[in-house]
């Protein structure tokens, strides 16, 4: 009985052991941590214990406690300010934390920055090591993924490729069916021009009777083509491209003009003299008075006459250059720049009328069109403008059209010098800067002249007593201006030459004011 007590009593005391070891196993431990209050130390100047001393956390409930700092991060100093530190109770979010670290990147209200941590003393030092968060992207920027982009984009890009070569293409065909001829344009082939361009000589023979000219392309006869007098300009065949480039351009719209030679028709024949080998005929209208050159050799004009010749002159060279447009495009009329101005490619009428003619040289202004490989040093050296002498051509079709201009104004000089309006006896007819350089003038003659020493042909003294003449030397100056750009248009000559002969008709003065 005594034994079987002891062995009670035993087992209890075994049992309550226990008891109390578990209880005192699942007691929290106490924690230490470094302790600051800035705000005592403001109050007490530091005396009161405010930092720098060690805190003892005693949990609460059986759970544990942990560190805490509360700090600013100075911009200015680059160093932590410390506000508060001590222990911090029941919070799981610092459980697990060795040092006291703040890993948000945001800064709090007031610049205020905060840690918590798990150990004895673990907020003594402190650290901010932010981990960048990811930027919260809106709905509405989130950028759109269809499987199908790579077929959209390539479709909304070809689209309108596709539109721009449509349009090029048709543009292309409708360029093609107006058959206007490139610059200097030269066909490879005879047929459509043999084909098209004579259909009423084509078959029938042409009767040549003489000689009348012999020029750099060839000889100019008189010829007969049934009771019809006729002209034929006959190229030789080493000149065949110049038969071509002067037939093509005859056969542009607008071209059948008063004022330019009256084209008829153009033919290959087989050459008697050099046997097998081609001629290249070009069959125009004649004119027995012939060029103006010619006529100025053997005869005098009034002042009635200079007007006529002048003014007709200058009405050719306007439809020349002129830009006509049309509603049809098989009617559109290009500029065109004549290059080889002079008088001998004037002819005139029996009225005196004077037509232009050779073609040889033109070349014709396409809208958008650059003016290609073409040579700028080409004409007679005689009626060269100064830039064509230098081959400081700027190649613009506004150019080439004031590089006639320039020889229009050597034409003019040549019509006064044969005018009875001047006081005294008219001169012997004389080619310009005849006097200057002599008949035959190479092209550095012609450069040490014009260019260099900038000299024009000399006004008549007698010209004085006439007040056209005089209005017609400033027309003249006018037009070989040595900058280009400051000559007058063929239009603006035309409406000056018919002011001055209104103005001074028959040599009366009508009015003294000056032409515009």
Excluded at 126 to 137: K, N
Excluded at 398 to 406: Q, T
Excluded at 415 to 422: E, G, P, S, V
């Amino acid at each position: 009985m005594g034994q079987t007590l002891w062995l009670w009593i035993s087992s209890i005391l075994v049992i309550v052991t226990i008891c109390n070891c578990a209880s005192s196993n699942n007691q929290p431990t106490i924690t230490k941590c470094e302790y600051y209050n800035d705000t005592l130390c403001e109050i007490s100047h530091g005396e009161d214990g405010c930092g720098n001393n060690s805190q003892e956390c005693q949990p609460a409930e059986n759970k544990p406690s942990y560190c805490y700092a509360f700090w600013i991060n100075n911009t200015l100093t680059n160093q932590l300010v410390v506000k508060f530190k001590g222990c911090f109770l029941n919070n799981v979010e610092c459980q697990g934390q060795k040092q006291c670290k703040d890993k948000k990147e945001e800064i709090k209200p007031n610049g205020f920055m905060f840690c918590c941590c798990e150990g004895d003393l673990c907020n003594s030092e402190l650290l901010w090591d932010p981990v960048p968060t990811t930027p919260r992207i809106e709905p509405s920027a989130i950028p759109f993924h269809d499987d199908d982009e790579l077929v959209h984009t390539i479709v909304f890009s070809t689209i309108p490729l596709v539109a721009v070569a449509s349009m090029f293409l048709f543009l292309y065909w409708v360029y093609k069916r107006r058959k206007i001829p490139h610059f200097s344009h030269v066909p490879s082939s005879d047929s459509s021009h043999l084909g098209n361009c004579s259909p009423i000589l084509s078959n029938r023979p042409i009767q040549l009777v003489e000689v009348k000219a012999r020029g750099r392309y060839g000889a100019v006869w008189k010829a007969l083509h049934k009771r019809d007098t006729v002209a034929v300009k006959i190229f030789p065949p080493q000149d065949k491209n110049s038969w071509l480039v002067e037939q093509d351009i005859y056969q542009l719209p607008h071209m059948q003009y008063d004022n330019i030679l009256s084209f008829i028709g153009a033919e290959k024949h087989a050459s008697v003299l050099e046997g097998a080998k081609n001629e290249y005929w070009l069959i125009t209208a004649y004119h027995d008075y012939g060029s103006l050159c010619d006529y100025l050799k053997s005869n005098i004009l009034t002042w009635d006459q200079l007007c006529h010749i002048a003014q007709s002159m200058a009405r050719g060279l306007m439809h020349l250059h002129e830009e006509i447009p049309s509603e049809r495009s098989d009617q559109y009329k290009p500029a065109i720049a004549h290059r080889d101005f002079k008088s001998n490619n004037v002819l005139l009428k029996h009225d005196l009328t004077a037509c232009i003619a050779d073609f040889g040289l033109a070349l014709v202004f396409q809208p958008g069109k650059s003016c290609g490989d073409t040579h700028g040093q080409v004409g007679t050296r005689r009626y060269m403008a100064p830039e064509v002498l230098e081959g400081a051509i700027n190649f613009s079709r506004d150019a080439f059209l004031r590089i006639d201009m320039y020889a229009c104004g050597l034409v003019l000089w040549e019509l006064a010098t044969r005018c009875t309006a001047q006081q005294g006896v008219v001169p012997v007819y004389k080619l310009p800067f005849e006097e200057e350089v002599g008949p035959h003038p190479s092209l550095e003659d012609m450069q040490e002249c014009v260019v260099h020493k900038k000299l024009r042909p000399a006004f008549k003294d007698t010209w004085k007593s006439h007040p056209g003449l005089i209005a017609l030397c400033d027309t003249m100056e006018e037009c070989w201006d040595h900058d280009a750009e400051a000559r007058l248009s063929a239009s603006c000559v035309m409406e000056r030459i018919a002011w001055q002969c209104r103005q001074y008709n028959g040599g009366a003065i009508t009015t003294l004011a000056l032409a515009p």
